[in-house]
């Protein structure tokens, strides 16, 4: 009998809201060079293993990123690589042993209709959060200067949603600038919890936690018929 491959059930729907915080909260990106670093890592992961990051930020000591990937199980193993990279990298140049990373990387499965945007304002907004900055723009390490300024950064993947902030170019950074500073409380509500997904309710169904992780259901094998 034939194979068949058994798609998950949230193919066009889900993306996820990844984030890694440093060990004990100490700074891990201190200068330009550990910010183009990790930067290229990313740009290198983005390619090998065919991602859309279409929101991203990188602040001293923790990374969130909104991506998008074609098989949900590999993100653990994507994942595992980016930290071990990035720490081989880190404690090479600063000489150091030990653990960099506080435990694993937080997983939120997210629904992209209705939410990709939010979470990716909620993901720019935290140099402005931290008080870096007055304008998301500002910020060197995110995505917002892609969508604001136009700045081919080689990471990010255009949001598939953001062609609806305007009939032209310009128009959509100007409106995607004032999108940024009209920041909603419920993303941080939202997007706060960060194992829990973030979705309607057929959304969430179509979900189950595996390894402590929410990972969307598959399809099983199509029944077979018996034939006389």
């Given at each position: 009998m034939p194979t068949y491959a058994r798609k998950h059930q949230l193919k066009t729907s889900l993306i996820y809201h990844i984030y890694s915080r440093s060990n004990g909260r100490v700074p891990i990106f201190k200068d330009a060079e550990d910010f183009c670093c990790f930067t290229n890592l990313l740009k290198r992961y983005s390619v090998k293993f065919n991602l859309n990051i279409y929101?991203?930020?990188?602040?001293?000591?923790?990374?969130?990123?909104?991506?998008?990937?074609?098989?949900?199980?590999?993100?653990?193993?994507?994942?595992?690589?980016?930290s071990k990279a990035y720490s081989c990298y880190h404690n090479r140049r600063y000489s150091i042993?030990?653990?960099?990373?506080?435990?694993?990387?937080?997983?939120?499965?997210?629904?992209?209709?209705?939410?990709?945007?939010?979470?990716?304002?909620y993901i720019e907004r935290n140099p402005v959060r931290a008080r870096m900055i007055n304008e998301a723009y500002e910020y060197s390490y995110s995505s917002a200067r892609f969508y604001c300024l136009g700045e081919?950064?080689?990471?990010?993947?255009?949001?598939?949603?953001?062609?609806?902030?305007?009939?032209?170019?310009?128009?959509?950074?100007?409106?995607?600038?004032?999108?940024?500073?009209?920041?909603?409380?419920?993303?941080?509500?939202?997007?706060?919890?960060?194992?829990?997904?973030?979705?309607?309710?057929?959304?969430?169904?179509?979900?189950?936690?595996?390894?402590?992780?929410?990972?969307?259901?598959?399809?099983?094998?199509?029944?077979?018929?018996?034939?006389?």
């Open positions: 929101h991203w930020v990188i602040m001293s000591n923790h990374y969130h990123l909104l991506l998008e990937l074609d098989e949900p199980e590999q993100i653990s193993k994507i994942m595992a690589g980016l042993t030990g653990f960099l990373w506080q435990g694993r990387f937080k997983l939120q499965p997210v629904q992209k209709e209705g939410y990709l945007v939010a979470c990716g304002r081919n950064d080689g990471i990010t993947a255009e949001s598939p949603v953001f062609s609806e902030f305007g009939t032209d170019l310009i128009c959509r950074r100007n409106v995607y600038k004032e999108f940024l500073r009209n920041f909603d409380d419920k993303d941080n509500k939202s997007f706060h919890n960060l194992e829990e997904p973030v979705g309607n309710k057929e959304f969430i169904r179509r979900l189950h936690k595996e390894n402590g992780r929410f990972v969307p259901r598959r399809r099983g094998r199509p029944s077979e018929r018996i034939l006389a």
